[in-house]
């Protein structure tokens, strides 16, 4: 597996008060969601702005420091941090996942930001900053599929590894499993990506939703690429790909009620469809994840 490299970068305001919880071992936990928009502009020279609502967390004695600080909803932060995969039993059975923002650093920013409010009681900042970078490998071979206007849209599946030491100075390592989305010139670039290949991935961090087979709405996280290089190994080796991220279904987290965003699909059309990733991601393949994880949204 390539050496993986996981980074996030936010600016955007808290939506509402974030919040210090303990777990039942004691452990501290600071929560807060990050919400800006990105402005992009589409294939009609149209620029629009897309929402995006991100938790992010921070573990331990940082939590408590981050909590003393008094952040209230309104206020522009910046965080530094990295995506988090875990997966845990569900209540009615089976297994669930999520990606979370781990913060590694959260500032509070002097500049007075442009707040939006959102119909679900939050704010987000106007004009925030989204970035992710990720390097990991592919772990099935994706499927290029088209839409039904006739864009190009590849998913890739890709597994994030993070090595580090422990307390007492033995090796741990994790892997982090991420959702990641290439549309037209891009999607056809890459098309040539296989199992195991190494890429670099560089895009923004979007809300996805979709409606599971039992009629339950599910939310997850994902990237969406705006430039991917392929490594030195595999049948991708040596390509590369960057434009503008192309049309997606816009959706929000439970922070913000749905809305359509002038790209196709709204995130009501795209639940209709009653198959995961408004039906534009794969589906299938997929052997190399965690076996049970019925709830990835791949």
Partial sequence: MARGMNHVYLVGALARDPELRYTPNGTAVFEATVAGEDRVVGTDGRERNLPWYHRVSILGKPAEWQAERNLKGGDAVMVEGTLDYSSWD???????????????R?????????????????????????????IGNVVRDPELRYTPAGDAVLGIGLAVNETWNDRAGNKQEKTHWIDVTLWREMAEAMK???????????????????TDKDGNKRNSTKVEATRVEALSRGAGAGASAATPAGPRTQTASSAARPQGNGYGQS???????????????????LDDFPPEEEDLPF
Avoid: C
């Fill in 106 to 134: 959260m500032e509070g920013l002097d500049a007075q930001p442009e707040l939006i409010q959102d119909a679900g009681g939050g704010v987000r900042m106007g004009n925030g900053m989204n970035e992710v970078a990720l």
């Fill in 267 to 285: 995130q009501n059309q795209a639940a209709n469809t009653g198959n995961r990733s408004g039906g534009l991601d794969i589906d299938q393949g």
């Fill in 90 to 104: 569900a209540p009615e059975g089976g297994k669930r996942s999520a990606v979370k923002v781990k913060a590694l």
């Fill in 192 to 210: 040539e990506l296989r199992k195991g290949d190494p890429v670099m991935v560089k895009g923004r961090l979007v809300n996805e939703s979709w």
